[in-house]
């Protein structure tokens, strides 16, 4: 936008506890160096009044969770738009079909920011399950010192540790991408399975390329990274949890679309499978679901993205695009609508 005698005007739109946890005294100098800040944030509305003249003021949104969904309609109501910068991951929450339509609107994701935490927290999950660090926890306090897991029980368990491990990744996205990067510098076996990545790919990454049956049967670690399409649903299914190992790790930090839970609950039942959760399906899970109360289940809440102080990292990049947008400059993360076809 160089060349104009204004600064453009920015919307602020998210959830309310959200600018907070987005923007510290930096990041608010950072903004209004170059835009001017449309008072009244954060919006979450833009059907009220006070929402659609903000929206018709804007030149660039910044959004984030909690942004209403920019239909067909309410493009009509913001002839100024140009540019949507999401401080989150997946801009399908409010960007639909019919928004991709509309020409002339940049967007920009911090999918990549996003993606440190969740690859951090999957890659120390697969640790911690390697080990069994869940279940061994929840013996010790029962036990409460008495005996002790190597005196009592021995230490030999092959099914136990991490030297060598077989761990699978589904999908060879930013976040199974940066698993894989993190697991080849220690010493783990790795496999992946990804309709889009060619052999020679997977190799230069350090693993190897696998038909996701035979990953599921190789692997004793699988850990799922796909995005949300209409193919990949349940595409973990009775048949699939059948061919992991006994014994074996189901890791979920993606989306609970991709595993039928139905056929998960008969497996973790049996105590077969060793399995943790971030993200079930439903959203979260119904009180009297016994995936709580299973020894070999760890449920966590939906907490392996950015969380406390990574948000500054999100907003960090939402406004590294502002600021490149409004000096002429590309984007380092534009999202087009051909994207949507492998990306969550």
Request: some cysteine; aromatic content about 8%.
């Amino acid at each position: 936008m160089t060349g104009s005698s204004r600064k453009p005007r920015l919307l602020v739109a998210m959830r309310d506890e959200l600018p907070e946890g987005f923007f510290g005294p930096h990041e608010w100098v950072r903004l209004k160096a170059v835009v001017d800040v449309i008072p009244g944030f954060p919006f979450t509305d833009f059907d009220t009044l006070t929402g659609a003249e903000a929206l018709a003021e804007a030149d660039i949104l910044l959004a984030a969770w909690g942004t209403p969904a920019l239909t067909r309609a309410r493009l009509k109501r913001a002839p100024r738009l140009r540019m949507v910068a999401y401080a989150a991951a997946s801009v399908r929450t409010f960007a639909p079909a019919e928004f991709w339509d509309a020409p002339g609107i940049l967007v920009t994701t911090a999918a990549s920011a996003m993606a440190v935490p969740v690859a951090e927290f999957t890659f120390a999950a697969i640790i911690m399950c390697g080990k069994d660090v869940f279940r061994l926890r929840d013996d010790h306090r029962a036990e409460r010192g008495a005996g002790g897991f190597g005196s009592r029980r021995g230490l030999n368990f092959p099914y136990l540790g991490n030297h060598s491990r077989r761990v699978g990744i589904v999908g060879a996205s930013r976040i199974g991408r940066l698993i894989i990067e993190m697991l080849a510098r220690s010493k783990f076996q790795i496999a992946v399975y990804d309709p889009f990545l060619k052999a020679q790919e997977a190799a230069a990454l350090g693993a190897m390329k696998m038909e996701l049956h035979d990953l599921l049967a190789w692997s004793d670690t699988v850990s799922l990274h796909a995005p949300i399409l209409p193919e990949t649903r349940h595409m973990i299914g009775a048949r699939e949890l059948s061919l992991m190992a006994d014994r074996a790790v189901l890791i979920n930090t993606a989306r609970g679309w991709l595993v039928d839970h139905g056929a998960l609950l008969v497996e973790a039942r049996s105590g077969r499978l060793r399995i943790l959760i971030d993200t079930p399906d439903p959203e979260p899970l119904p009180p009297d679901s016994p995936f709580y109360d299973l020894p070999n289940v760890v449920l966590t809440p939906h907490i392996a993205g950015a969380l406390g102080n990574e948000l500054r990292a999100l907003s960090d990049l939402a406004i590294t695009e502002i600021e490149r947008f409004v000096g002429g400059l590309p984007p380092l993360h534009p999202v087009h609508k051909r994207d949507l076809e492998h990306m969550a």
